[in-house]
Nanobody, 120 residues
Framework: QVQLVESGGGLVQPGGSLGLSCAASGPILRIHTMGWYRQVPGKQRELVATTTSIGTTNYSDSAKGRFTISRDNAKNTVDLQMNGLKPEDTAVYYC??????????????WGQGAQVTVSS
């Protein structure tokens, strides 16, 4: 079964840095877009950054210049390096990917979420 497993996150002071990693596993034939979204209680999940299989990236306005998304196609992993963190970056961060399993069509998958808390 295809799944996304996240690691990283935690508590960091304002201005600090933190990294998130996500690994896709299972009977994967191909992955198109991989990315990160975040959600705070009471609000909709929002885009942070995405990257395609050929390296085209897209960032939210709040992430531009501070966050960097990177991907390893051979390992089916996607990372998010977050610098200059602000309290408003506090959220649960979710990995997302469009994956084609060996025996099925492309489907969209979510990780379980990783808490990021920015606080002094």
């Amino acid at each position: 079964q295809v799944q996304l497993v996240e690691s990283g996150g935690g508590l960091v002071q304002p201005g600090g840095s933190l990294g998130l990693s996500c690994a896709a596993s299972g009977p994967i034939l191909r992955i198109h877009t991989m990315g990160w979204y975040r959600q705070v209680p009471g609000k909709q999940r929002e885009l942070v950054a995405t990257t395609t299989s050929i390296g085209t990236t897209n960032y939210s306005d709040s992430a531009k210049g501070r966050f960097t998304i990177s991907r390893d196609n051979a390992k089916n992993t996607v990372d998010l390096q977050m610098n200059g963190l602000k309290p408003e970056d506090t959220a649960v961060y979710y990995c997302n990917a469009d994956i084609k399993p060996h025996d099925s069509y492309y489907s969209n998958y979510w990780g379980q979420g990783a808490q990021v808390t920015v606080s002094s």
